[in-house]
């Protein structure tokens, strides 16, 4: 029953942002614009109800992980580097803060590796792969390429151009990459409108014992 409810309030909340004039206006970031988009999808008949949910899902609970991981990870980069983050403080506008949000993406990606499993046989630099073998694709080393991105070790908020694969690339970008990164830019931006700065009290880190995600278990830092 509970269940039936939250479904019915779930997507009427969707269809309110379809039946209003001049919404594309105001769903412009973030995940506002996937659930405007997939709003839109469902009103076409491009997109099933139940496809219009699993987006949503996906965009309001996926990104959660990630969002954590991406402030957590900027943050300690940005305290071990204080230069970079002088250098933020120093023109706190909207696309310095948007160039420093993808390097901190690129140089310590929230997630460093995911599985896929090959659709046909192909044989990549020398290594055969039979269609239905996984593969363990690792986004943080190819995030520090060093044919791909110069200085690739170095923490530079205005590297341009900076093609990561953080969130993924193609069709396969991750959906609730936005999220992420709404997120972050406001916390940077609330951060610089109130002069704190990211500073460590210890020098002790830990993360999860994974190589999927890089989620920080322990961070001690100030804000001041």
């Not at 409108?193 to 460590?200: A, G, I, V």
């Given at each position: 029953m509970y269940g039936r409810e939250y479904r019915k309030e779930f997507f009427e909340f969707f269809f309110f942002f379809q039946a209003e004039d001049?919404?594309?206006d105001r769903l412009v970031t973030g995940v506002r614009r996937v659930l405007f988009r997939s709003a839109k999808a469902k009103h076409h008949n491009l997109y099933s109800e139940e496809e219009v949910l699993s987006?949503?899902?996906i965009a309001l609970t996926a990104?959660?992980?990630?969002?954590?991981?991406?402030?957590?990870?900027?943050?300690?980069?940005?305290?071990?580097?204080?230069?970079?983050?002088?250098?933020?403080?120093?023109?706190?506008?909207e696309m310095p803060i948007k160039s420093a949000v993808e390097e901190c993406l690129r140089y310590d990606s929230p997630q460093q590796s995911l599985d896929r499993i090959a659709s046909r046989d192909i044989e990549l630099r020398g290594q055969r792969i039979r269609?239905?073998?996984?593969?363990?694709?690792?986004?943080?080393?190819?995030?520090?390429?060093?044919m791909k991105f110069e200085?690739?070790?170095?923490?530079?908020?205005?590297?341009n151009p900076n093609q990561h694969v953080a969130f993924g690339w193609?069709?396969?970008?991750?959906?609730?990459?936005s999220v992420a990164q709404?997120?972050?830019?406001?916390?940077?931006?609330?951060?610089?409108?109130?002069?704190?700065?990211?500073?460590?009290?210890?020098?002790?880190?830990?993360?999860e014992p994974t190589t999927n995600l890089r989620s920080l278990t322990r961070l001690d830092m100030q804000l001041g």
């Open positions: 001049g919404i594309r987006n949503a899902a990104g959660r992980g990630t969002s954590v991981n991406l402030i957590c990870n900027g943050l300690l980069a940005f305290a071990r580097h204080p230069k970079q983050w002088e250098s933020l403080a120093s023109d706190p506008t269609s239905g073998e996984k593969v363990r694709c690792y986004i943080g080393s190819a995030n520090r390429d060093h200085n690739a070790d170095n923490f530079e908020i205005k590297r193609g069709i396969h970008h991750c959906l609730g990459s709404v997120e972050f830019q406001e916390i940077i931006s609330a951060l610089l409108s109130r002069n704190l700065k990211p500073s460590l009290i210890s020098p002790t880190i830990e993360y």
